[in-house]
């Protein structure tokens, strides 16, 4: 097909083409022709030459003063923490985390001392209670978790365990048992719905309690024919549901149905 024949037929294509598409391509047009020079003086002109970023930050960050020592200095010096640290809970933590920036300590040790958090306000920026946060991470609610005194005063900070294991459930699952505690639940106690292992008060991840798999569970207060209290709301579990288990629509900590 001739030259002619081509933008005849892209002509009549054009025609065809609705006029507000018509005018978005030609906003689409000038934008990218804008964009082009701006880009070449906005964007650095060593970017892309090892990977998706600027070559010279390489340079940049290896001018930037030292502040850090590493974990590794630490450990050469205070082997007496080591051991203790590495095998409790904050093994994986570097002791810059809490200590702050320690390479000044370490070129003079003994006139430079890092920081050690003594007070109330620095636990909680990692254990205050936020419900998003992982199951069976320690969480308290500082306000009124033992409020008058520092957390070192209990807990070791090398090895946070706590002074004595918990006796109620409610002393790790504060939250739920607020919940519990205003619902028609509240006389429950968990261990009906919940098989807790010993090893669970000691190390909650790594033996966690059971869980209600079944319609027939909840049935056995909530069924049409259970042997319990009148009160207890009933339902058909041949009908209610259908293949639901229960707490897909209720939660249990705190049922809505009465």
Known sequence: ????????????????????????????????AAFLPVRRLLVPADFGEH??????????????????????????CHDDVVGTKSAGYHGSLSCEVCHGPA??????PDSIVPPAPRDRGYCPLCHEYVASKPTGFPQVVSASHNPLKPCISCHDPHDPVPPETPRECTACHAAIARAKDASLHVYLPCTQCHDAPEEHR???????????????????????????DASIPRVDLATHGERYVCWQCHYPHDPEAR
């Open 202 to 228: 000691v190390l909650p991840r790594a033996h966690p309690p059971s869980k209600p798999t079944t319609r027939e569970f909840c049935g056995q207060c909530h069924g049409r024919d259970a042997a319990s």
């Open 1 to 32: 097909m001739s030259a002619e024949g081509w933008d005849s037929r892209i002509g009549a294509v054009w025609r065809r083409v609705p006029e507000q598409v018509k005018r978005l391509a030609i906003v689409v047009v000038v934008v990218v």
């Open 103 to 108: 390479l000044a300590h370490t070129e003079n």
């Open 51 to 76: 990977g998706h970023y600027r070559a010279g930050a390489l340079q940049d960050a290896a001018a930037m003063p030292l502040a850090y020592a590493g974990q590794v200095v630490c450990n050469d």
